[in-house]
């Protein structure tokens, strides 16, 4: 079974810091580009960080650049964001995605998130 499982959230101060990882299973990450998204109540989705599949180039949203940092270990088949300097605009359900597209398919896998509060 193809599966993301997100864990590391919780309740932080602004200006604290979490690391969150997104165990995948069924299939290979270093295969796909991975990417967290984050969604707030009565907010769309929004892309927060990627890597792609090919190698270590990454991409952030601006609201995020020099705060987060996403990182892959391959042998652990794991992807990680690693969250400083916290504000309460990152509250938000954060979601592991892994995304390829291929000659015969499209393939878009999701976790059920992991909840992030920023608060004091």
């Known amino acids: 079974q193809l599966q993301l499982v997100e864990s590391g959230g919780g309740l932080v101060q602004p200006g604290g810091f979490l690391r969150l990882s997104c165990a995948a299973s069924?299939?290979?990450?270093?295969?796909?580009?991975m990417r967290w998204y984050r969604q707030a109540p009565g907010k769309e989705r929004e892309l927060v960080a990627g890597i792609i599949s090919t190698g270590s180039n990454t991409n952030y949203a601006d609201s995020v650049k020099g705060r987060f940092t996403i990182s892959r270990d391959n042998a652990k088949n794991t992807v990680y964001l690693q969250m400083n300097s916290l504000k309460p605009e990152d509250t938000a359900v954060y979601y592991c995605?892994?995304?390829?597209?291929?000659?015969?398919?499209?393939?878009?896998?999701w976790g059920q998130g992991t909840q992030v509060t920023v608060s004091s």
């Open positions: 069924g299939f290979t990450v270093s295969d796909y580009d």
């Open positions: 995605n892994a995304h390829r597209i291929s000659i015969l398919n499209i393939y878009d896998y």
